[in-house]
């Protein structure tokens, strides 16, 4: 049975082999080292480079499953929205193939997208605050006003009134409100719903109110057809003479973005 030899002692052994042949030959012990250098270089970047593989085959594989997490979302959604659709063309069109009964279905949804109405009527409700110490609280039979979205220099839906009304509400600030109404020979009856969202402001005055005001607050709310409310809130301003702008209209186009969005019914 072969001794066992401690590696302590080994150790030393190799030490000592080794300046004996530094001794001897010292050419040959060199290279030895030499050789010993490259080796630990070659394992050492073949260590890092594995290392770093590693990292990169741990973030493809973090993101691959992510990956599949989204793609098992996207196709229980996709079936959720596809079967209801696919039951109704059945029920609806029996015996009919399904890429023609589901393209009836399609139209029947597009048809039912308020947004996609034809106008055929409109009210604009417009409250305006401005800073003031008159002290005004009135009706004004004769004295409205109007609101307008527009793009450009052309109004695409613009609501007016006689009549308006003008109060101090207390800490320097009078308010005026009043109730618009498009007129039943607009342009813009007829066209689609959706054909507001191309407007880029709103523009708004009161008669009986002070050119050049200071203008605090306010909203000014269309609804059409009874159904669609498109909601804005009225900046702080200096009126231009007696109109007031609105120039951010995009949070309230969102019922119309909503509304673009076809709903299947289930």
Known sequence: MAEHIPWAKRLNDEVD?????????RWLA???LIIVFVICVVSSVGWFQRGKKIDTLTADNRDLKRDVRQLESENKGLRETVAPLLARAAKEFPGEEINVSLKKIVDQLKEQRPSLRPIAGATATVVLTIKSDENVSSHFMDRGGCAALATGSTALLQASSHESWGNQ?????VRYRGVFTMPADSTAVGKPIESLRQAKYIQT????MPTNSLVTGGKVIFVVNDSIRLEFEVPEQRSDERRVFIRNLSEGMKPLVSNNEMQPTK
């Open 30 to 32: 060199v290279l030895f």
């Open 205 to 208: 005055e009161f008669n009986m």
């Open 169 to 173: 509400i207390g800490n320097s600030t």
């Open 17 to 25: 082999a080794f300046f004996d042949l530094w001794k001897s030959r």
